[in-house]
């Protein structure tokens, strides 16, 4: 089964832009679909895009517009790319493997920080 790493958060003031990455190994992701989540401070995870195998992508309604998710096969990595952030996209951000409808199916790796300065 795929593990999956996320990497690419940090720390940005409002307005700047930040592209998350989720890279697979110990297998291919190019079958799989993959979704990103996020869990902010005292909140429950939630749903941000998901990517089908062949690229298709969906959105969470509320993450349409400053949210891009894209997948690179031949580098076995899908990224999410964040813009106009807000001190509320503050969260630790999660990849896994997914249904198009965003149910998840795999586990949880460490996620990636994202603090949104105001």
């Known amino acids: 089964q795929a593990r999956l790493v996320e990497s690419g958060g940090g720390l940005v003031q409002a307005g700047g832009s930040l592209k998350l990455s989720c890279a697979a190994s110990?297998?291919?992701?190019?079958?799989?679909?993959i979704g990103w989540y996020r869990q902010a401070p005292g909140k429950e995870r939630e749903l941000v895009a998901t990517?089908?195998?062949?690229?298709?992508?969906y959105y969470e309604h509320s993450m349409q517009g400053r949210y891009t998710i894209s997948r690179d096969n031949d580098k076995n990595t899908v990224y999410l790319e964040l813009s106009s952030l807000k001190p509320e996209d503050t969260a630790v951000y999660y990849c896994?493997?997914?249904?198009?409808?965003?149910?998840?199916?795999?586990?949880w790796g460490q996620g990636t920080q994202v603090i949104v300065s105001s």
């Open positions: 896994t493997v997914a249904t198009v409808e965003g149910r998840p199916l795999g586990s």
């Open positions: 110990g297998s291919t992701l190019d079958t799989r679909s």
């Open positions: 990517i089908s195998h062949s690229g298709t992508a």
